[in-house]
């Protein structure tokens, strides 16, 4: 597949999104774990040393469910509502993997970013939360990266099938460019690979994203 001219990524003027990579996803013996997210985040953790190294934005895009099951998708707020404990405020379970922190002390800030602030734990580096699946949905997501500078999102995480699916669609809809990293993303298959094609998401892996950030002047792969 060929991108074009309106979709060929501009990895220079990317910004890399992680997607629901916390415990309670990610862990065995967690409530809600979605398997085969532990296994991408090796690749996640190249993926944001080279953001890093890069000085790009890093957002890690978050969910974080009231005990009383306020604000949970309707699909899983009876099971909150019963008593089943997940994503809960200052709990283990909702941080984001160790792995993926910049810092130790890289705790989420539940009442600000439940506010809906960006909290900054690095350099350029952030965490928000979403409500819904997409990340564009009753966030601010949108206007913080256009005062990044940025056009270009490169997304990894958990579980394609909800979250970064809806948040690719919701980016396509607002004209960013758009790189699928296929092998730091849990719960791929190859007929949602076909539905990215379809609209023009490039599908990289690791090391080409990587390989990108290191050499900015190099033109994106045309896939």
Known sequence: ????????????????????TQNDFSLPGSPALIPGTMEVVPN???????????????????RIYQPDGSNVDLCRREA????????????HGVQ???????????????????????QAVAEREFIMYKPRWGSFY???????????????LVLCGCNFPN???ATLYQASERDFRLVLVVD??????????????????????????IDQIASPASPSPEL
């Not at 009753?138 to 270009?152: A, I, K, M, P, Y």
């Open 96 to 118: 984001l993997v160790d792995a993926l922190k910049p810092g130790v002390d890289s705790r989420l800030d539940t009442p600000r970013l439940l506010a809906g602030e960006f």
């Open 184 to 209: 730091a993303i849990s719960q791929l298959y190859p007929q949602g690979e076909a539905e990215m094609q379809n609209i023009q998401v490039a599908l990289l892996r690791t090391t080409e994203v």
């Open 1 to 20: 597949m060929t991108l074009g001219k309106y979709t060929l990524p501009h990895l220079a003027k990317s910004a890399l999104v992680t997607i629901d």
């Open 163 to 165: 979250c970064p699916r």
């Open 80 to 91: 909150v509502e019963s008593g089943v404990i997940m994503l809960a405020p200052g709990s």
């Open 44 to 62: 996640m953790v190249r993926l944001l040393d080279a953001y890093r190294s890069a000085a790009r934005p890093i957002i890690h895009v978050v």
């Open 138 to 152: 009753q966030t601010d997501l949108e206007h913080f990266l256009r005062r990044q500078g940025c056009d270009t």
